[in-house]
């Protein structure tokens, strides 16, 4: 059985794992709350634990619940975050969640599970719709988007990164 939570230290080896497993030139993974650039997955952890307090987010942040998505096997498939609010930024290219599966997991049906494992948590945290995002060009993320109920409100340039952004939003009433 599949199964999404909270990640520990006891997951430190599959987490290191799955972030290397995205090679050493990438510059993010979409839904890890900044593993990359994390100096260890202890202190990474303790980020993860900051921001999921409202009382201790740093300004120009929202509160962010972190997941790790195993497999039945339990290994770790894939990573996602949840945004219990947005700031413009949020609202404009990045939504309420954002997610990455380890890529010998894609295209295997544990996106669209791992979205609504957490739509359910979503819901639990009050929120009564959300909105999530993915470039244009990714045919893969749009389709778990969509498969979880996801409608297209529009599509907006990041100036950024000069990328054309898919916007959907997805009730949970």
Known sequence: MTHLRKPT???????????QAFGE??????????LIQAQSVASWLAELEK???????PAG???????????EDNQLV??????TNLND???NYGGHIGYGIQPKFRRQGYGSQMLKETLVIAKEQGLK??????????????????ANGGKLADKRLNKESQK???RYWINLE
């Open 9 to 19: 230290l006891a997951d430190e080896k599959q987490i290191l794992a799955f972030r």
């Open 25 to 34: 030139s990438v510059e993010t993974i979409p839904g890890t709350s900044y």
């Open 51 to 57: 921001f999921s307090d409202p009382k201790r987010i």
């Open 61 to 71: 942040f929202v509160r962010g619940l972190q997941f790790l998505y195993f497999s």
């Open 78 to 83: 894939g990573m996602i975050n949840l945004r």
């Open 89 to 91: 930024y949020l609202e």
């Open 129 to 146: 719709q959300v909105l999530l995002t993915c470039d244009d060009d990714n045919q893969g993320s749009a389709k778990v988007i969509e």
């Open 164 to 166: 054309v952004i898919r």
